[in-house]
């Protein structure tokens, strides 16, 4: 017997679909805390305990575009169910394993969730009305920030509180009620495509993606003109060049190469990667500011002393603003289009970096309500930004083809959370000074290293909001929109 909601109740599937954002948010952000724990409970060294983060993110960024499609072939509820159930399995995995291989196989499998904000939001273009779609697919597009504010203080609480295992044995348990409420209230709407799915393209996929934000993530340790990440760079160009033959030849490909460089939707896509950058980077810079020992001020940084909890806790309005700033990017879309949407959205975005600066670079001393502030600013931003994303695709792509293009924006927001990971950890590596604190001395990155991440951060919302205004104004009528 399927399981399905009356067509009376979008708002319910809505939540449901939105509270799943959330749970996949927090897989992301959960291992945060244990991280400086896990050579030791896991029996291995840093450097290895590292994957733990580095293997979701890698799964995630492959398995979302292949997740959509495989939704618009084979039906999107479907996929978001098999992406939940992979979540809980992958959580009760890390609980059970007893080393660092099957904690790896877990993380991987958690990953594999990372999709089903794409996919959701696909899916609510066939079981919500029109008039409600804008804020519908807001709500899902800023889960993301909930779950990212509320996954730190959540995960450090219960590691503390009861034990590492017990974290994930409450994901596991979140992310089964969760698929339980999506059989109980999203319904099946839309015909799947159906067709042979392209094993080789999803191959040649998972390769050059594999190759680039492995390099990304890894350059500064490993080195960037070391043997592995040259090689990286040389698979993926060999590797993408191999793929995009491929695709271009196969009546039914995993990527519909034609409609993704067609200039609204490649536009969008380019505007994506510039916000992932800023979104990503306001994740790195106000965390080592907050947790930097006060000491940091005489050796030329910043640092507010405060614990890791304390410091998520400063940062979860931003988190919550996001949210609620999608509804404000519903309006904005509704009266002045998506793109409008997306380009205000980069330009509050570079305010709060500009007051960023401002707290950097003045003769004042910063404090963590300044971070408060500038975390709300960004979050604002983000909240109109990332719900304009979809919205925006949605209006310029066939509803045969809503899981795909949007699992591809995904990918490209993926790209760019990567590439502010490589760049702005670069930066701040490069300059380190040494606080002093009862322990001894500890390294920092100084206020120059902060300005400058700060900065190519405000640029990357510069190119973001002149390639969402660049973006045509009207779609063609749906007859002869993309194919």
């Not at 958690?110 to 609510?124: E, F």
């Not at 999506?182 to 390769?207: E, I, Y």
């Not at 190759?211 to 043997?227: D, H, R, T």
């Not at 979050?379 to 949605?394: D, E, V």
Request: hydrophobic letters at 60%; charged letters at 5%.
């Amino acid at each position: 017997m399927t399981l399905s909601a009356p067509q009376h109740h979008p708002r319910l599937a809505v939540a449901v679909l939105c509270v799943a954002g959330t749970v996949v948010a927090l897989m992301q952000t959960i291992i945060v805390p244990l991280i400086p724990l896990l050579p030791s409970l896991l029996d291995t060294s840093e450097t290895n305990a590292a994957w733990t983060l580095t293997i979701t993110l890698l799964v995630g960024a492959v398995v979302t575009p292949i997740a959509g499609r495989m939704g618009d072939m084979f039906g999107k509820r479907r996929v978001l169910v098999s992406s939940l159930a992979a979540v809980a399995v992958g959580s009760a995995v890390c609980a059970l394993a007893p080393g660092l291989v099957i904690f790896l196989l877990g993380r991987g499998l958690q990953g594999m969730g990372i999709g089903i904000v794409a996919v959701g939001i696909s899916l609510m273009r066939d079981i919500v009305p029109a008039d409600r779609l804008g804020s519908a697919v807001g709500m899902m597009s800023a889960s993301l920030g909930v779950g990212g504010a509320l996954g730190l203080p959540f995960a450090a609480a219960i590691a503390q509180q009861i034990s590492w295992q017990a974290l994930f044995w409450v994901s596991g348990a979140v992310a089964l009620a969760a698929l339980i409420a999506v059989l109980l209230t999203v319904p099946v709407r839309g015909v799947p495509r159906g067709g042979r799915f392209d094993a080789v393209g999803a191959l040649g996929l998972t390769v050059l993606l594999t190759c680039i934000l492995l390099a990304f993530s890894k350059g500064a340790e490993w080195g960037w003109s070391s043997p592995a990440i040259l090689g990286l760079f040389a698979g993926f160009a060999v590797s993408t060049a191999l793929w995009w033959r491929w695709e271009r030849t196969r009546p039914d490909p995993l990527i519909n190469l034609t409609l993704n460089i067609a200039r609204p939707v490649l536009l969008t896509n380019i505007a994506s990667v510039a916000t992932g950058f800023a979104f990503y980077a306001m994740q790195m810079i106000p965390i080592q500011i907050l947790m930097a020992p006060r000491s940091a001020f005489d050796a030329g940084s910043l640092g507010m002393g405060l614990s890791m909890v304390l410091a998520s806790l400063v940062l979860m309005p931003g988190g919550l603003v996001m949210f609620a700033f999608s509804y404000v990017s519903a309006e904005l879309t509704r009266r002045y289009g998506a793109r409008i949407s997306l380009a205000l959205g980069a330009v509050v975005i570079g305010l709060g970096y500009s007051v960023l600066l401002l707290m950097i670079m003045g003769p004042w001393p910063g404090t963590w309500v300044w971070l408060i502030g500038i975390n709300v600013l960004v979050g604002a931003g983000l909240g109109i930004a990332y719900s304009a994303m979809p919205a925006l695709i949605m209006h310029w792509v066939p509803v045969s083809h809503t899981g795909e293009a949007n699992g591809v924006n995904a990918l490209m927001r993926s790209v760019g959370t990567s590439l502010a990971t490589a760049v702005v950890g670069m930066i701040l590596a490069a300059s380190m000074t040494a606080a002093a604190t009862p322990v001894g001395p500890i390294p920092v990155a100084t206020s120059t290293a902060y300005s400058w991440a700060a900065g190519i951060a405000l640029a990357a919302c510069v190119v973001a909001a002149i390639t969402a205004l660049a973006v045509p104004r009207t779609a063609p009528v749906a007859e002869q929109q993309i194919v």
